[in-house]
């Protein structure tokens, strides 16, 4: 069975327990997905579920795209996805609902960080900085020495410092199911999820049960 769906962010709240305990939960538009293609094993080398998600206008999409959904009568979708699947059950055209995920078990969730542009050491990676006196008055927030003089002569690749921070896919692992609302579309996952308000998510079955 396919536990995976594509769905957005819309934000975060709080619900309460039989405990008066506030949980903090993101709440995801999560489907309803279509399955738009069956992968198989003899055909393509692997097995997968393509499902495709959000309905927009026609002239939004490209004719191969246009004419990739209309083998099965779907209507215009603007997300594409796979979910990789031992044994695909579905059918092309078939519609999948959030009520594929219960309330009390875990799943992962894909997304894309929060752009943050160019940024420096102290807020990309943590450095402290250095001293706020003698003298330092413009290395308060410098990364200080990148490497060696004579040996090794240069800075290694990879070495942690300024640069281009976020707009990175992320995966949240093991998030706890607290709401499914199958009428409204609604998944609750206890925690925070990766990205923006209105930021695509994939939502697979936790690897780590």
Same mark, same amino acid.
Do not use: D, E, L
């Given at each position: 069975m396919l536990k995976g769906l594509i769905g957005k962010k819309i934000g975060m709240t709080q619900i309460f327990d039989e405990t008066g305990a506030a949980i903090p939960v993101t709440l995801i538009e999560a489907g309803p997905c279509y399955v738009t293609q069956v992968r198989t +094993?003899? %055909?393509d080398g692997y097995s997968a579920v393509q499902l495709g998600f959000e309905e927009i206008k026609p002239r939004r999409l490209t004719g191969g795209q246009l004419g990739h959904l209309k083998r099965t009568d779907l209507p215009p979708l603007r997300f594409l996805r796979e979910f990789i699947i031992s044994d695909p059950e579905l059918q092309e055209g078939d519609k999948? @609902? =959030?009520d594929v995920f219960v309330k009390g078990e875990y799943i992962d969730v894909i997304g @894309? %960080?929060? &752009? $943050? /542009?160019? +940024? /420096? /050491? =102290? $807020?990309?990676?943590?450095?402290? &900085? /250095?001293p706020r006196t003698h003298g330092q008055s413009d290395r308060l927030r410098?990364? &200080?020495a990148r490497s060696s003089g004579t040996t090794p002569g240069r800075v290694y690749k990879g070495s942690r410092g300024p640069g281009h921070m976020g707009n990175h896919r992320v995966t949240? +692992? $093991?998030l706890l199911v607290v709401l499914v609302d199958a009428e409204r579309n609604l998944l609750g996952v206890r925690g925070a999820v990766p990205g923006a308000k209105g930021g695509l998510l994939l939502i697979k079955e936790a690897r780590k049960q």
């Open positions: +094993q003899g %055909s999948v @609902t =959030v @894309t %960080s929060k &752009g $943050k /542009g160019f +940024q /420096g /050491g =102290v $807020k990309r990676y943590h450095f402290r &900085g /250095g410098a990364p &200080g949240v +692992q $093991k």
